[in-house]
């Protein structure tokens, strides 16, 4: 539901614009008949875009934007003047306004103009919501073969609307598995709602996910959507969903089975329609039979099943993340771009990352950016516990089973990528230290392998 709230002094302009907004698109709306009731409003219900007049007595539109602003309001106002004064608007958009209109405007450029605000009102909560997501964690970078076979998965898995479960050790990289289901699902320009079960306070679980209304519990202010509400259309991600208490769980699996969610301290139900992405990199199965964990709950969300190989599975795809993560470390630092020697991406692809998989190495990539000076990090940049555990711990082995063949593949990936890192790719050079009888040779291995320089920049 689309709520637009009207503000104006003059009842029955207020009333014409409701009702053409209602008939035009369908939008719900409020009306407001001044500054201090449109305030009230806006904190108290979950408003999509705000018609605001400018000109009304006691606090005006300006005033109005002032406040929005002060109280952290992130609401698309559109302002409106009978006066023909533009420089007034003019002043209102450096005030925060998203744009303005006159009174004279026919009402099919108003109700397109509402739809432009709160598309890019959506836009720009998916942009922030990406560049948070994305951020420098980047586990869809590579062409190993426990890598593509996960992004085959999620192709098959994306077009399907049913709830689909992420499994992976922690630092895999879940979040961005979700994302990748959503881009390439049935509706990729709709919402990408994320929620940490684990980061949340078991008093709050149950109003973060389904809402509430104003004065509901103590410090319930004002009205709020939760997670299901905000990700309908699109996709909503619950990350280590093991550790949603047990009444949440109880409550989540009636939203899934009914698609309908109740906020907290109201009595009228709101239709959801949402797909739920869960993570968790407990073994959900151990928590149901140990109690801790709802069975019928773990088999709506067990529809399809994505496993996140840990980066131990995937040490081939080392080189090409490091140089990914070096690339964008430096220029969030506002660094001079830096390279990778040979011996320090072999030192990297040695170690076998199990405390924190691609977190970990992203971490330690930090780490050697700050510690170097030079324009090229070398083996000594490699923190010592990093070196010394990659000569000295044996190689813990996956909690996902592979078969000989897949295990096989990547052994010859590591070989053949520290060879060509060390020759700085130069296929000939390469061929005559891996023994073989000359380029063509090594480049056939490499078509085998799925293994090609360019792939360093492209995922």
Not at 296 to 313: A, S, T
Not at 343 to 355: F, P, Q, S
């Amino acid at each position: 539901m689309t709520l637009v709230l009207i503000v104006d002094d003059v009842p029955a302009m207020a009333e014409q614009y409701a009702y053409d907004l209602k008939r035009l698109r369908g939008y719900e709306t409020l009306i407001a008949k001044s500054g201090r009731t449109a305030l009230e409003s806006l904190t108290r219900d979950s408003i999509d875009c705000v018609i605001l007049d400018l000109e009304m007595p006691g606090m005006d539109g300006f005033e109005v934007l002032r406040s929005v602003e002060r109280l952290g309001l992130r609401v698309p106002i559109i302002v409106y003047t009978g006066t023909g004064n533009y420089d007034r608007c003019v002043e209102a958009i450096r005030l925060g306004a998203y744009s303005f209109i006159d009174k004279a405007e026919p009402m099919e450029r108003v109700a397109q103009e509402v739809e432009n605000a709160i598309e890019r009102r959506r836009l720009s909560a998916e942009v922030t919501s990406l560049r948070r997501g994305f951020g420098l964690e980047t586990p869809l970078i590579g062409t190993s073969p426990a890598l593509s076979k996960l992004k085959e998965a999620i192709v098959r898995v994306a077009p399907v609307p049913s709830a689909a479960l992420i499994v992976g050790e922690s630092g895999t990289g879940k979040e961005l598995v979700a994302r990748e289901l959503h881009r390439l699902g049935a509706n990729p320009r709709g919402p990408f709602v994320a929620l940490n079960s684990a980061a949340l306070p078991h008093e709050l679980v149950e109003s973060e996910l389904f809402g509430h209304e104003r004065g509901a519990f103590t410090g319930a202010t004002a009205t709020r959507k939760g997670a299901f509400e905000a990700a309908s259309g699109g996709t909503l991600f619950l990350d280590e969903i093991g550790d949603l208490p047990a009444n949440a769980q109880a409550k989540m699996l009636r939203v899934l089975e009914e698609r309908k969610v109740t906020r907290i301290g109201a009595s009228k139900t709101i239709d959801v329609n949402a797909r739920v992405v869960a993570a968790t990199h407990r073994d959900l199965e151990k928590e149901v039979a140990e109690g801790r964990f709802r069975e019928d709950l773990f088999y709506r969300l067990n529809v399809h099943v994505l496993r996140v190989p840990p980066l131990r599975d995937r040490l081939s795809d080392v080189p090409v993340l490091v140089e990914h993560l070096v690339a964008a470390t430096c220029e969030r630092f506002g660094m001079k771009p830096k390279t990778v020697a040979p011996a320090a991406v072999e030192a990297l692809m040695a170690y076998d990352w199990r405390r924190n998989n691609i977190r970990e190495l992203r971490n330690v990539v930090e780490r050697m950016l700050i510690a170097s000076d030079g324009d090229e990090l070398t083996a000594k940049a490699v923190p010592a516990e990093v070196r010394r555990t990659a000569h000295d711990a044996p190689r813990t082995s996956s909690a996902e089973p592979r078969t000989f063949e897949e295990q096989k593949q990547e052994a010859e990936r590591q070989i053949v990528i520290q060879a060509l890192e060390r020759n700085a790719w130069h296929v000939t050079r390469t061929a005559k230290e891996l023994g073989l009888a000359d380029h063509a040779s090594l480049l056939k291995v490499m078509r085998r392998l799925g293994v090609q320089r360019d792939t360093k920049a492209s995922e």
